[in-house]
């Protein structure tokens, strides 16, 4: 497939592109931040994402969705790295639709996925429980009970977690931390007895919350997908997630790079502009080339399907990682001083930049991923 948006999808990246200059620039970011916004967005905005069928862009047209497909995502993503754009898209659009619809059976799909289409329900994955992405190392486990089950545990940096309405959980159901088999994940209402989330606000001002479980009474019909083999399943969510970080992290190297040449046209010193130091040119060209080569991979792992997703995602996602902080670091540093004061928006990126990197799985973990898949 070749490696260019269809007609389709670069209207639609026109359109994204011209809303989140409109409603959520960067300045709107700021001003969203410096009033303390607990919810971490706007919801107005969010409406009107929901009005232009965002949070449904992967559900199918059967559950009220928009079923644009996984390209369509990654190109509104990479247009909010431009913006530095505060939604819940990436936890409920993106793994929470994708997990329900990969793995919820018809009554759960049917309660779902149209109100995350229309925008009215929010989701939370939790799956970590130490200061690093590992999925297979769940601990948490969910004990039967003559109703269900019940959950007693805790889990960090759960993105959205305090405004979710619904938080899908990962627990050990068999098996110790580390095996693929016995992880199931659960359903469980945010407001449930036993359900506690400490607000965690994260460098970049989004929340990625801890949630701790106390005996928390779940009945049999909360489980997503099949019983003690959930590995599978939040793998494709994860899979998902990491394609619209990998295109949201080339959106913020992208624009992070265009402010700083034009920052390198405009300033000057012994006279003339800086960007016509050669030293400095050739650091901004190594950002350049960088940047070309990532677009590729991230496109190419978001048309990819099948046995292919894995490797693609992991190898995107790991050049995304290693491009945005080149751009952003050298961002910084060719603003010189003013670069790391909070007036100048630069900072900004960096900081998103470095959250969004570390948000399941840094550059470390998905190139060891792709080592392993290759038999290193």
Known sequence: MALVYTEEEQL???SAKEFLEERCSVSAFRALRDTGNIDGFDREVWSQMAELGWPGILVSEEHDGLEFGVVG????????????????L?????????????????????????????????????????????????????EPTNSGYSLSGSK???????????????ARTSGEPGDDAGLTLFLVDAD?????????????????????FANVQITADAVLGKFDQGAALLEIALNAANRMLAAELLGI??????????????????GVP???????????????????????????????????????????????CATAQLATNESIQMHGGIGMTDEYEIGFFIKR????????????????????????
């Not at 993105?159 to 899908?168: E, H, M, P, S, Y």
């Not at 190297?253 to 012994?270: N, P, S």
């Open 73 to 88: 995502a990654g190109v509104i993503f990479e247009e909010m790295g431009r913006t530095l754009a505060c939604s819940p």
């Open 90 to 142: 990436l936890s409920t659009a993106i793994t929470g639709a994708v997990l329900l619809m990969e793995g919820g059976n018809d009554a759960q799909k049917q309660t779902f996925l149209p109100a995350i289409a229309a925008g009215e329900k929010l989701t939370a994955l939790a799956v970590d429980e130490g200061p690093r992405h590992a999925p297979r190392a769940v601990a948490m486990r969910a």
């Open 192 to 212: 449930a007895e036993g359900v506690t989330v400490t607000p965690n606000q994260m460098i970049d001002f989004r929340s990625a919350d801890n949630v701790n």
């Open 156 to 170: 960090q940096f759960v993105i959205d977690g305090r405004v979710a309405d619904t938080l899908i959980v990962v």
């Open 12 to 14: 639609l990246r026109d």
């Open 353 to 376: 930049a470095r959250v969004a990197q570390h948000t399941y799985g840094d550059y470390t973990y998905h190139a060891d991923r792709v080592a392993r898949m290759k038999g290193y």
């Open 274 to 320: 800086i960007g016509s130091f050669q030293a400095l040119q050739h650091r901004a060209a190594q950002v350049y080339t960088d940047i070309e080569l990532t677009r590729s991979v991230v496109l190419k792992a978001l048309q990819s399907e099948g046995p292919a997703v894995p490797m693609l995602t992991s190898l995107a996602k790991a050049k995304a």
């Open 253 to 270: 190297a992208e624009e992070a790079f265009g402010r700083t040449v034009a920052y390198m046209k405009e300033r000057k010193q012994f």
